[in-house]
């Protein structure tokens, strides 16, 4: 048992080292990476950064990121994952400490689970280990440490997601152990729905073939539909914020991809970013061997190779995106088709690993060697291309631009002004420096009267319109206080949704009271003098009950977890 320990810490070690060295360049230089995505997902986490930290916690609205607006993301974006974020944040103390830690669990996490499902199929040891450090050095991993995507987090996970779907095919006898099932997707739907979107169709894919083939075909049944109803209590405030938020509003969609086929896609240039060369040749050995040799591979190499190049061909423009996106609305909520190159990498590298798993089997150690020799060669060289690009970016934060990525990114203060601001969390203040009026969810009262311009309203009807306008956070309500010098309409940069509650001086107002704006701010009639407005959410009393159900449904889950980990090792000691 100490020496089964002492080989997981190694392999804990090297992971953790491979995660720190691809970050050395952004160390070395103690440069924070900015861009679009960025400035979203760190409004995200400062507002439950300082919910935890002020103890004013409120699950839906905003009241400390995004310009203190009140406008809902969190809830409908990971919740549980921001809150962890904040938590890190708040630890670490500063933009700068943030971002590397997070840069950290990222890779860390993506070699783990690749390295669980190498391992659970079977994989070697030595080629799980490689393979599990050349998908840290895949654009679906680094995409979070080079432009801060958050689908990266989704893709550190997923192959925990694919482990439970082989477990399907791999053991005909019990294709599925709930307790697996039910945490992956748990886990993948509270990080990132898209991502988890990706999972139910590949597992949609793996229980069909294992319904074909399973001896067990009961269990599979039972097992998946239990898990089901399982994952369903434990993402409950998910889906719940969902139903209680689009149920009640007419929202702004995400961003709408109108040009997919030349805004979306994998080149198939030699310098593509997304695609590096060294991954494109072992892709191209791993779909050629699987097609050339007929005899000795697993039919379950065939399978994920297959749906590995189909995915990958869907993330090119091999396609004709722009007609599938006009012609089927539904698959264009994928905004950008490269994002099927993170389950098609984790589909190809487990083909991989189990090819030179295969073809090795029966032979002496100098092939395997070779091959172990080949992976590290092609780990290291994607590792230098990765660390090339960290470099890259991490030196733009030392130029008078400071942003690394400037698409629809407002920016107030440049050069030394701005990275003093980053310096500390005060107030917030450095959010409102530098901004992407990102529009995403704030509500249409008026479905016919959309905004032609999103961008643009957004900028100018909450991250500017705050004159003479005072913020700050009281017994879990965002408090807006102005002078009026006569009774007038007062624009206030605030969202009202239709659980939002308001109270002006005390007293509750109705619809007569105020008017909303094309993306829902507020114009007040406000007395003359001295005016308060109190912000708060009251969502649904069936949401509510669906939350303490998701709390206890959590409990209970750790209860079990803790139940069985004792078990174990009571089973373990006394066989020692």
């Known amino acids: 048992m100490i020496r089964k320990v002492i080989r997981k810490v190694d392999i804990w070690l090297i992971f953790s080292a491979f995660s720190i060295v691809v970050l050395l360049p952004q160390i070395n230089q103690h440069s924070i990476i900015l861009g679009g995505d960025s400035l979203f997902h760190l409004n995200r986490f400062y507002d439950t950064m300082m919910q935890i930290k002020?103890?004013?916690?409120?699950?839906?609205?905003?009241?400390?990121?995004?310009?203190?607006?009140?406008?809902?993301?969190?809830?409908?974006?990971?919740?549980?994952?921001?809150?962890?974020?904040?938590?890190?944040?708040?630890?670490?103390?500063?933009?700068?400490?943030?971002?590397?830690?997070?840069?950290?669990?990222?890779?860390?996490?993506?070699?783990?689970?690749?390295?669980?499902?190498?391992?659970?199929?079977?994989?070697?040891?030595?080629?799980?280990?490689?393979?599990?450090?050349?998908?840290?050095?895949?654009?679906?991993?680094?995409?979070?440490?080079?432009?801060?995507?958050?689908?990266?987090?989704?893709?550190?996970?997923?192959?925990?997601?694919?482990?439970?779907?082989?477990?399907?095919?791999?053991?005909?006898?019990?294709?599925?152990?709930?307790?697996?099932?039910?945490?992956?997707?748990?886990?993948?739907?509270?990080?990132?729905?898209?991502?988890?979107?990706?999972?139910?169709?590949?597992?949609?894919?793996?229980?069909?073939?294992?319904?074909?083939?399973?001896?067990?075909?009961?269990?599979?049944?039972?097992?998946?539909?239990?898990?089901?109803?399982?994952?369903?209590?434990?993402?409950?405030?998910?889906?719940?914020?969902?139903?209680?938020?689009?149920?009640?509003?007419?929202?702004?969609?995400?961003?709408q991809n109108m040009d997919p086929y030349n805004n979306g896609t994998i080149s198939l240039a030699l310098d593509n970013s997304q695609f590096s060369i060294a991954i494109a040749i072992l892709f191209l050995f791993q779909i050629i061997f699987i097609f050339y040799k007929k005899s000795n591979i697993s039919v379950l190499n065939k399978g994920v190779t297959i749906v590995g190049l189909i995915l990958l061909i869907s993330s090119t423009k091999l396609l004709s995106w722009n007609y599938i996106f006009d012609r089927i609305p539904l698959i264009s909520t994928i905004q950008f088709p490269y994002r099927l190159l993170t389950p098609a990498t984790i589909m190809l590298l487990l083909g991989l690993g189990l090819t030179l798993t295969e073809v090795t089997r029966n032979k002496k150690n100098k092939s395997s060697e070779m091959y172990i020799i080949l992976l590290a060669i092609f780990s290291l060289l994607n590792m230098l291309v990765v660390i090339d690009k960290v470099s890259i970016k991490s030196h733009i934060w030392q130029t008078n631009e400071v942003v690394a990525s400037k698409g629809n990114v407002i920016q107030l203060l440049r050069g030394q002004k701005l990275r003093e601001a980053f310096s500390n969390f005060k107030e917030g203040t450095t959010l409102k420096y530098v901004y992407k009026p990102t529009p995403d969810y704030v509500p249409l009262p008026d479905k016919h009267d959309r905004p032609q311009k999103p961008y643009h309203e957004y900028d100018i009807k909450i991250a500017k319109q705050s004159k003479g306008i005072q913020k700050k956070i009281r017994d879990r309500k965002l408090v807006i206080s102005w002078y009026s010098t006569s009774s007038e309409w007062r624009r206030i940069n605030v969202v009202k949704y239709s659980h939002t509650q308001l109270k002006l001086n005390g007293t509750k107002i109705n619809s007569k009271d105020y008017k909303l704006s094309n993306i829902g701010t507020l114009s007040i009639h406000s007395e003359k003098g001295k005016n308060e407005l109190s912000l708060s959410y009251e969502p649904s009393k069936w949401f509510e009950i669906l939350q303490k159900i998701n709390y206890i449904s959590w409990l209970v889950l750790f209860i079990f977890i803790i139940k069985k980990c004792f078990t174990r090792l009571n089973k373990k000691s006394l066989k020692e």
């Open 54 to 255: 002020e103890g004013n916690f409120q699950y839906f609205v905003s009241m400390y990121g995004f310009s203190e607006s009140g406008r809902i993301v969190n809830a409908l974006y990971g919740p549980y994952l921001a809150y962890i974020n904040g938590l890190i944040m708040l630890l670490t103390s500063s933009w700068f400490k943030y971002q590397i830690v997070s840069d950290f669990f990222v890779n860390f996490i993506g070699c783990i689970a690749m390295y669980y499902l190498l391992r659970s199929n079977q994989v070697k040891k030595s080629y799980s280990i490689w393979i599990s450090l050349l998908y840290v050095t895949t654009y679906a991993i680094n995409a979070w440490i080079i432009s801060q995507q958050f689908l990266a987090w989704g893709a550190a996970l997923l192959p925990l997601g694919v482990a439970a779907g082989t477990r399907m095919i791999r053991d005909k006898n019990n294709p599925v152990k709930k307790l697996e099932l039910t945490l992956v997707v748990t886990v993948i739907i509270q990080t990132h729905v898209l991502t988890s979107l990706f999972l139910i169709i590949i597992l949609l894919f793996f229980f069909c073939w294992s319904f074909i083939i399973t001896n067990s075909k009961k269990q599979l049944i039972v097992g998946t539909i239990s898990s089901a109803i399982f994952t369903i209590f434990l993402t409950s405030n998910v889906w719940g914020a969902l139903i209680e938020v689009y149920g009640s509003n007419s929202l702004l969609a995400p961003f």
